[in-house]
Nanobody, 115 residues
Framework: QVQLVESGGGLVQAGGSLRLSCTAS????????MKWYRQAPGKQRELVAQ???????GYAPSAKGRFTISRDNAKNTVDLQMNSLEPEDTAVYYC?????????WGQGTQVTVSS
């Protein structure tokens, strides 16, 4: 069983920045891919960014160049630095891991970007 707790969401003006953090209840060093998803109202949940245990990263086209994912295995955290935020980034952001053949999700953190 893995518990994921997200934090750092909030209301920000367009062009601003937010840093999301996800803390896991297990040692993440043994987890390969850790991911951030988001879900906007009326839309499907979409993958925003991922990072492997070796530090390789991948981003959705909408996030590339603006968002940076990082992980700290010592603290069991994965962060998402979001810069140059746009109203289209408004969504609930979720942390996700695949661990011992199961997907685990956090409760989500709301990000609202005003124009």
């Amino acid at each position: 069983q893995v518990q994921l707790v997200e934090s750092g969401g909030g209301l920000v003006q367009a062009g601003g920045s937010l840093r999301l953090s996800c803390t896991a209840s297990v040692t993440i060093g043994s987890i390969n891919a850790m991911k951030w998803y988001r879900q906007a109202p009326g839309k499907q949940r979409e993958l925003v960014a991922q990072i492997t245990s070796s530090g390789s990263t991948g981003y959705a086209p909408s996030a590339k160049g603006r968002f940076t994912i990082s992980r700290d295995n010592a603290k069991n955290t994965v962060d998402l630095q979001m810069n140059s935020l746009e109203p289209e980034d408004t969504a609930v952001y979720y942390c996700n891991v695949y661990y011992r053949l199961q997907h685990y999700w956090g409760q989500g953190t709301q990000v609202t970007v005003s124009s």
